[in-house]
């Protein structure tokens, strides 16, 4: 059975940082991403990571998140930091590029 659950979300204060993490099981994704999902605005991929290191970031946060995952392939993480209001969404991890699989999300809210 795969499954996928993101953690880590919460609130934070306008240049602050936090961390998602991805606990992946049931399957060994080559290619993963997190996107978002803010109220009223299109679903966004933020970040994507194929194999070790290859990764790319929406223009919207390069430079501010950085995606990585641990060696074991088991959690994909997403470090975000000088957190702006805009930033605020639900974060989803998912595999690509097909976009199969997808976890429940963690809502991420910046504010002061």
């Known amino acids: 059975q795969v499954r996928l659950v993101e953690s880590g979300g919460g609130l934070v204060q306008p240049g602050g940082s936090l961390r998602l993490s991805c606990a992946v099981s049931?399957?060994?994704?080559?290619?993963m991403g997190w996107s978002r999902q803010a109220p009223e605005k299109q679903r966004e991929l933020v970040a994507s990571?194929?194999?070790?290191?290859?990764?790319n970031y929406a223009d919207s946060v390069k430079g501010r998140f950085t995606i990585s995952r641990d060696a074991a392939n088991t959690t994909i993480y997403l470090q975000m930091s000088r957190l702006r209001p805009e930033d605020t969404a639900v974060y989803y991890c998912?595999?690509?590029?097909?976009?199969?699989?997808w976890g429940q999300g963690t809502q991420v809210t910046v504010s002061s």
């Open positions: 049931g399957l060994n994704p080559y290619s």
């Open positions: 990571i194929e194999g070790r290191d290859s990764t």
């Open positions: 998912h595999t690509r590029p097909s976009g199969t699989y």
